[in-house]
C-alpha cells in the first residue's frame, strides 16, 4: 500500500496540542503551533462535510452552506477570543478573514482554475450583487471609524452605533438570503459548466447524516483547538516579534480559511466558477454582514465589554482596496489565471504592510483615542 501525501497526516497534532495544553502550559510558542496546524486539516473536513452536504441541497444554496460553515471556525475562534477581551485580535480576525477570502482564497481559486482552463465564465449578474453587498460592508467599516476620528464621542455613543449598524447589517444579510435563495434563485443557480456534468459523470456523495455526523465532530474539535489557539496567541506573537495586529489578520485568517481554499480550489478546477466563487466572496459577506454584527451584540452578554465595528484605517484601507478590485475582476463573468495572481499580489503587500505594522498604532481600547491616535 503506497502512502499519499494528505492534509489529514496533520490530525496527530490535535492529541499534541491537548497534551502540550495539559502538561507545559508555559510553552505557549509549541501550543500555538500544534493548535493551528490541527485545526487546518478539521477545516478542510469541514469543508468536505458542507460540501457533501450541497449535493443535496443543489448549487446555489451550496456555497452558502459551504460558506457558513467554513466559517465555522473563525466564528469559534472570534467567540473565544471575545470571551478573553482579546477585542484586538477579534477585529483583525474578522478584518482577515475578509480579505483572506477575497483575496486569497478567491485569488487562489481563480489562478489554479484558470491554469487548467483558459477563460472561466460564470453569472455576472450574481458576481455584480454580491460585489454591491461588499461595497455595503465597506461602507459599514468607513462610517464607525471616521465618527470615531471626527466626532471624539463617549465609548458608550460609539458601542451604541456600532449596534444599531449591526442590527442593519443582520437585516441586510436575511435580505440577501431571500433574494438569492427565494426570490432571484436561478441567478445563483451557476452556469452549466462542470466537467462532471458535462461528461454525465455524478461522484458519490455521503448520505445527509454521515454529513451532519461529520460537520458536528468537526466543528466541535475545531472549537477545541480554538480556545488552546486563543490562550497562546498573544505570547506566541511577541515570541516571534509579531504584532497581535498580523497574527490575528494574516495567520489566524489562513487558518479559519482552510476549508474555503479547499473547497473554492477544488470547485475552480472542476470549472464550477459559479459555486467557487460564491464559496469565496459569500465567506466574506458573510463575516462582514453576519458574524462582525453577531459579535458586536454577543459581546454585550458574553465579552467582558461591548465590542464596537471601529477598525483602525489600516484594516479599513485593507478592506477597501481589496473589495475595489475583487469588483473589477468579477464584474465581467469571465476570469483567467492572471487576474488570480493579481488578487494573490494584493494579498502580499497588504500582508507585508500589516508585517510591518507597529503595535503601537493598533487598537487602543474602549475608550476614544487622543488626537493623533490610530486606535480605537
Not at 487546518?40 to 443543489?58: M, N
Not at 474578522?94 to 483575496?103: C, D, E, F, P, V
Not at 460564470?122 to 464607525?144: D, H, K, N, Y
Amino acid at each position: 500500500m503506497k502512502l499519499k501525501p494528505s492534509l489529514d497526516w496533520l490530525l496527530i497534532f490535535v492529541p499534541i496540542a491537548a497534551l502540550l495544553e495539559f502538561t507545559r502550559p508555559q510553552e505557549h510558542v509549541w501550543i500555538f503551533v500544534a493548535s493551528a496546524l490541527a485545526i487546518i486539516p478539521l477545516a478542510g473536513w469541514l469543508g468536505h462535510a458542507t460540501e457533501h452536504l450541497a449535493a443535496h441541497t443543489g448549487e446555489g444554496a451550496g456555497g452558502l452552506l459551504n460558506a457558513t460553515f467554513g466559517n465555522a471556525a473563525e466564528l469559534i475562534i472570534a467567540f473565544a477570543a471575545l470571551q478573553r477581551g482579546l477585542y484586538d485580535v477579534v477585529k483583525a480576525s474578522l478584518t482577515g478573514s475578509i480579505i483572506g477570502n477575497i483575496l486569497l482564497v478567491a485569488g487562489l481559486a481563480i489562478f489554479m482554475g484558470g491554469l487548467k482552463h483558459k477563460v472561466q465564465r460564470f453569472q455576472a449578474v450574481a458576481a455584480r450583487a454580491q460585489s454591491t453587498l461588499l461595497t455595503l460592508a465597506g461602507i459599514s467599516l468607513i462610517v464607525p471609524a471616521t465618527f470615531h476620528h471626527l466626532a471624539k464621542a463617549s465609548a458608550k455613543v460609539e458601542h451604541d452605533l456600532s449596534l444599531e449598524i449591526a442590527v442593519v447589517l443582520l437585516a441586510v444579510y436575511a435580505a440577501h438570503l431571500v433574494f438569492s435563495l427565494v426570490t432571484h434563485k436561478k441567478l445563483f443557480s451557476g452556469l452549466p459548466s462542470s466537467e462532471e456534468t458535462e461528461r454525465g459523470k455524478h461522484p458519490e456523495t455521503w448520505s445527509v447524516r454521515k454529513s451532519v455526523a461529520v460537520l458536528a465532530g468537526a466543528t466541535a474539535l475545531v472549537a477545541w483547538m480554538s480556545e488552546i489557539l486563543v490562550g497562546s496567541v498573544e505570547q506566541a506573537a511577541h515570541s516571534w516579534g509579531m504584532t497581535s495586529l498580523f497574527i490575528g489578520v494574516i495567520v489566524v485568517a489562513i487558518i479559519g480559511n482552510a476549508a474555503e481554499h479547499s473547497s473554492a480550489v477544488v470547485m475552480a478546477m472542476k470549472n464550477r466558477m459559479d459555486l467557487s466563487l460564491s464559496i469565496a466572496i459569500g465567506s466574506s459577506i458573510q463575516i462582514a454582514l453576519f458574524v462582525a454584527p453577531l459579535l458586536v451584540i454577543a459581546s454585550r452578554f458574553f465579552g467582558q465589554r461591548p465590542m464596537d465595528l471601529v477598525f483602525t484605517p489600516i484594516e479599513v484601507v485593507a478592506i477597501v482596496m481589496s473589495i475595489v478590485i475583487v469588483g473589477e475582476i468579477s464584474s465581467d463573468g469571465e476570469s483567467n489565471w492572471m487576474e488570480g495572481a493579481m488578487l494573490l499580489a494584493v494579498y502580499l503587500i497588504v500582508g507585508i504592510s500589516f508585517f510591518f505594522f507597529p503595535e503601537a498604532s493598533t487598537h487602543a481600547g474602549p475608550a476614544p483615542a487622543l488626537e493623533g491616535s490610530a486606535g480605537h
